[in-house]
Nanobody
Framework: QVQLEESGGGLVQAGGSLRLSCVAS???????MGWFRQSPGKVREFVSA????????SYADSVKGRFTISRENTRNLVYLQMNSLKREDTAVYYC????????????????WGQGTQVTVSS
């Protein structure tokens, strides 16, 4: 069992930056990690993923070039650096862990955090 806790959300103006963090309750070096988000009235969507080693990353087209995912396995942390934020990035952001494969498929992720709210104002 792995517990995940996100932090770093908040209110930011369009064009600004935020860095989200996700800490795992125990060593998670063997897990692929992902970030997903859900806006009001919309289904949860994939944002980014990083392989267990950190050697591979993946991004949704909507955030490519603006967001960067990274991880520190020695500290059980995964980050999502979000730059050039837009109003449409407003959502609850979730961290998730998948012990088996690397990718964007939400159903493959087993462990989920509670989410952190990101609000981008114009």
């Amino acid at each position: 069992q792995v517990q995940l806790e996100e932090s770093g959300g908040g209110l930011v103006q369009a064009g600004g930056s935020l860095r989200l963090s996700c800490v795992a309750s125990r060593t998670f070096g063997g897990y692929n990690m992902g970030w997903f988000r859900q806006s009001p009235g919309k289904v949860r969507e994939f944002v980014s993923a990083i392989s267990s080693s950190g050697g591979s990353t993946s991004y949704a087209d909507s955030v490519k070039g603006r967001f960067t995912i990274s991880r520190e396995n020695t500290r059980n942390l995964v980050y999502l650096q979000m730059n050039s934020l837009k109003r449409e990035d407003t959502a609850v952001y979730y961290c998730a862990a998948d012990p088996r494969r690397f990718g964007s498929e939400e159903s493959a992720y087993i462990y989920w955090g509670q989410g952190t709210q990101v609000t981008v104002s114009s």
